[in-house]
DNA sequence: TGCTTGTTCTATAACTTATAGAGCAGGAAG
DNA sequence: CTTCCTGCTCTATAAGTTATAGAACAAGCA
């Protein structure tokens, strides 16, 4: 699995970290049950520390993706999306549409955009890869 | 026009101010040549100092959105999407629908809810209300 | 036992957020 | 010209966030 993570830029590391995760579990490169890097070694891996890895971590298992065990690691488990999630999503949905509409881009073309990643997410889904 | 600001949120008051005028623009509640609230104006509105108002002002100002004139004050001004614009947009719109994806969001719900809020900003633009 | 793993604690430096007050500078209107 | 309103800039402060660092504890596994 490749994160690929930004030091410099001006959005902090773990939120970084744990938007790449998100993107890997949507993909199917991750899929239930996958295990994930230990926070020391994903840690030392981007020469950043440790704590950080764990926030995103943290942040993760807040949302239901994953789970944390000692001795064992990080798995991937999906929980079903609960109404406060969604209503959360939706008014992120929302602000980000509202600015693609505000900057003039063509509603046509929006969702086009939208479409093409989902499709893209679901590609390779654990479904029945033929 | 009414900007709904929670104060007791985690998200920052002036990132909220941007979001709640970027919405705005987009229902067409604001439109090219709108005249915005002094900053001072706003800032006694919600009990808030003015220098976090004139952040979401410079934040807006800073996207194309708005520009400012001493005297007269903030006026809706709308440029064209640039190619930086697509990118990080489209960039912030893969996480998202990630998101919603990694949750296990059926991709046509999701598409269905993205269309019918950007039919929703479609619904009064400033081109011919018959 | 020994190793790896997550977890918790304290501590520090740099940056962000929000507040506050003072003052400057340009445009509008009397 | 003077007055007022506007954005704009400056310094300052308190609280919170981000990232770092080191130490130690606790659960799981071989």
């Known amino acids: 699995?490749?994160?690929?993570?930004?030091?410099?830029?001006?959005?902090?590391?773990?939120?970084?970290?744990?938007?790449?995760?998100?993107?890997?579990?949507?993909?199917?490169?991750?899929?239930?049950?996958?295990?994930?890097?230990?926070?020391?070694?994903?840690a030392a891996d981007f020469g950043i520390n440790f704590h950080t890895v764990n926030k995103a971590y943290d942040l993760l298992r807040q949302q239901g993706l994953i789970r944390l065990n000692r001795g064992t690691g990080a798995v991937v488990t999906l929980t079903v999306a609960d109404p406060?999630?969604?209503?959360?999503?939706?008014a992120r949905a929302r602000t980000l549409l509202a600015e693609a509409a505000a900057k003039g881009l063509p509603p046509e073309e929006v969702l086009a955009t939208c479409r093409s990643m989902l499709d893209s997410f679901g590609a390779n889904q654990p479904k029945d890869t033929p």
């Open 84 to 90: 406060p999630f969604r209503a959360d999503w939706t």
């Open 1 to 42: 699995m490749i994160l690929n993570v930004d030091l410099t830029s001006d959005t902090p590391i773990y939120q970084q970290l744990r938007d790449r995760i998100v993107e890997a579990i949507a993909e199917g490169v991750l899929t239930e049950g996958s295990l994930l890097p230990a926070t020391r070694a994903l």
